[in-house]
């Protein structure tokens, strides 16, 4: 299984749409990128973690589950790198590859260590907006390829139904 491992505030940080969102609720920045990484994670079939850091935050560390997608705060005194870390060491083994998507160079050279390879910021932004793409290609195609019916119905006939179908009278 390929897994992903997020580094939230750094992605945050390197991307524009979510630097905009930051500026106004950093909530709203975090919450675009969970789903974007929930789109992601639909299309890839990856396993995706997403990191936050807390490390001013008193408390215990929080694991929760959105969309498919892990969401790991961290506890008091400890930083998403040294999550991310763990993490790598715990989930290395020989099925599995591990992605990191930092653009942290410490951190970078730490998961190398640990036999993860690295998406930078950059590079795991275009890989997104590919991805996107290709969804709404799918989406288009889908769209465009209209269920048939056995039975012949008129373009008006079709307009009612579909009128029913959504709600509208």
Avoid: C
């Avoid at 709404?136 to 048939?148: A, D, E, G, L, W």
């Amino acid at each position: 299984m390929n897994i992903l491992i997020v580094d939230g505030y750094n992605i945050i940080g390197a991307w524009k749409e979510l630097q905009i969102l930051k500026k106004h609720k950093l909530i709203d920045a975090r919450d675009r990128l969970i789903e974007l990484m929930a789109d992601y994670q639909a299309y890839s079939g990856m396993r995706v973690i997403v990191v936050f850091d807390a490390y001013l935050v008193p408390g215990t560390a929080t694991k929760v589950k959105q969309h498919n997608v892990e969401i790991i705060y961290t506890r008091a005194k400890e930083t998403a790198d040294d999550r991310i870390e763990k993490l790598t060491a715990e989930l290395a083994n020989k099925r599995s590859k591990i992605y990191v998507a930092t653009s942290d160079m410490a951190e970078q050279n730490v998961i190398f260590g640990n036999g993860a390879l690295r998406k930078s910021a950059r590079e795991f932004e275009i890989e997104l907006q590919n991805v996107r793409t290709q969804i709404s290609q799918k989406v288009k195609k889908i769209q465009v390829q209209r269920p048939s019916s056995k039975i012949p119905l008129s373009d008006e006939v079709l307009e009612k139904f579909e009128k029913m179908r959504r709600g509208n009278k």
